[in-house]
């Protein structure tokens, strides 16, 4: 039996305080009447919910779908879901405005030849649709609305289970969501679901911290006793909610189906119901416009699978993913050798020097994003959970810095939220035990204010350190913290006079700006500190 079971349904409405009680979804949801028309807007989640008299032993397997068309002509199809007792769910986010009909399919006859339409008005204010690759630049990623979407990731494995027990709302996940994304944040790293660890926990870990060996369970029994024919329901209704708060928030749920090094008792792979749980959560989820795919952590080196076994999900989870969203796999040895499978890289590179290698990556991988998911290091916390190889919150924060000028995007982890301990309300900690998220304030400050996923990257034009720059008038500097003077290096044909302004990376900062004549050998003195510095440098043309 599932370890919880939710007394009823709760139709889904917009966020907000009804009667005092915080509403569980952002969703939409209408209950299905015939030739009804649905109001909507441009890639808002819709739950379109059917009703059967009965359903069958195995109501999961059930097929269902719609098939959902415009006035052009334009359709797609999209598989529905069963949602616990005797509904199916249709998920749809419209990709564009005008007027929409569809109709079900279905191998149960009270879910087939169902007919209905959608009115869509325009997206609303903060709707910018699903994260792409840009068509115009392979390397960096872009909104349906065109925005850029410059990802700063950070991992929380065991979101899912901070509030899974809670039947009537999510508050430590909106804790941590909102001081996450208020800090620069805009990709989360999660797990569908995670057990435990596998190395020893911290003997002064607070217990209300540990989110090891979760009482819930995606499956019919517990992670202890599984029963693999069948999926609790409610466990993923308790999920949506986090991916609805976390789309809602404008950040990225970089969702990894599976996990295989934190003791799960997965079924076999590729069994009948290895397979159900797959295409469940690709039904369920695929509707999620802030929803990028990696089909596991850990995808490989484990024992529980192979190359072929990875591709093979990969290849499944295209052919039942409706909104094609984007998918990676967080393992840097299968994205090398198969990079035409993923639509960005994801990779796990530790060494000291960093720059030069994310740098190998671009070339050996180009045209396509490359995110370092783990970087070795993991910023300390009042709990020693797993330290890598670098837990300086300053250290780190230089290593997000070299993979930035690197052009490539950078991955945090904090030793209280990455894995099974998760302080949510992080400003309970003495300020000394707390992380230091300003800082990627102040990064997501400056990617955002000049636009660094624009920049080229990998042409020095220093004598020290590295840069970006836009090919005309901006070069954008990082100073190693071993410099005393930097060399530069910018062409001599674009202007005969450079604006300097120093960037404190750790304070956010800016300098007073000035100005120095283009010479043969230009040169600057780094500002006095422990850290490394960026330099922006303008040029221009006397007046």
């Not at 300098?511 to 040029?539: H, Y």
């Amino acid at each position: 039996m599932s370890p919880f079971k939710l007394v009823a349904l709760v139709v889904a409405v917009p966020f907000a305080v009804l009667g005092g009680v915080p509403a569980a979804t952002a969703r939409e949801a209408v209950r299905y009447e015939p030739q009804q028309t649905i109001a909507a807007e441009q890639w808002d989640i819709v739950d379109i919910r059917f009703q059967v008299g009965s359903i069958p032993e195995q109501p999961v397997d059930v097929d269902f779908s719609a098939t959902f068309s415009d006035r052009s002509g334009k359709s797609m199809a999209v598989a529905g879901f069963y949602d616990g007792g005797n509904e199916y769910v249709i998920r749809f986010t419209p990709p564009s405005n005008g007027e929409w009909s569809y109709e079900t399919s279905s191998s149960l006859s009270g879910l087939d030849g169902q007919k209905g339409s959608l009115s869509v008005r325009s997206a609303g204010e903060g709707r910018r649709g699903a994260v792409l690759v840009d068509s115009e630049s392979k390397q960096r990623f872009v909104h349906q609305n065109g925005d850029s979407n410059y990802p700063i990731a950070f991992e929380a494995d065991w979101l899912f289970a901070l509030d899974a027990e809670n039947a009537n709302d999510i508050p430590k996940t909106r804790m941590l969501v909102d001081t996450l994304a208020d800090n620069g944040f805009n990709q989360i790293v999660m797990n569908v679901f995670a057990y435990d660890v596998n190395w020893a926990k911290d003997a002064s870990l607070d217990p209300q911290y540990d989110f090891g060996s979760p009482r819930v369970f995606p499956f019919n029994g517990t992670n202890q006793d599984p029963d693999h024919s069948g999926l609790n329901i409610e466990y993923f209704q308790r999920l949506d909610r986090v991916l609805d708060y976390l789309d809602q928030k404008g950040v990225v749920a970089h969702l990894m189906i599976y996990v295989w090094n934190k003791r799960v008792a997965w079924p076999e792979a590729k069994s009948d119901a290895d397979n159900r749980y797959f295409d469940y959560v690709v039904r369920r989820y695929q509707g999620y416009p802030n929803l990028v795919w990696d089909i596991s952590k850990e995808a490989l080196g484990y024992g529980h699978n192979d190359v072929s076994y990875i591709t093979d999900r990969i290849q499944r989870l295209r052919d039942n993913d409706a909104y094609d969203r984007l998918v990676t796999v967080h393992d840097y040895g299968y994205c090398r050798k198969f990079p035409e499978q993923v639509d960005f890289v994801s990779v796990q590179l530790w060494s000291s020097e960093l720059y030069g290698v994310m740098r190998n990556v671009c070339e050996a991988i180009p045209g396509k994003p490359i995110l370092n998911i783990e970087h070795g290091g993991y910023e300390r916390s009042p709990y020693v959970v797993f330290t890598g190889n670098y837990t300086s919150p300053e250290v780190c924060l230089e290593r997000a810095y070299q993979c930035v000028f690197a052009g490539t995007f950078p991955t945090h982890y904090w030793q209280g939220a990455a894995w099974n301990v998760v302080i949510a309300d992080i400003e309970s900690l003495d300020p000394g035990d707390r992380p230091r998220l300003d800082y990627y304030r102040h990064l997501r400050e400056f990617v955002d204010r000049y636009q660094i996923d624009q920049l080229i990257a990998g042409e020095k034009k220093s004598n020290a350190g590295f840069c970006l720059h836009n090919g005309k008038d901006r070069f954008l500097y990082y100073v190693p913290k071993e410099c005393d003077y930097l060399g530069l290096r910018p062409p001599k044909d674009r202007g005969d006079t450079m604006e300097l302004v120093w960037f404190d990376p750790f304070s956010g900062e800016y300098g007073e700006p000035f100005e120095m004549k283009m010479t043969q050998w230009p040169s600057v003195d780094v500002p006095a500190g422990n850290g490394f510095r960026i330099l922006i440098c303008d040029l221009k043309d006397q007046e």
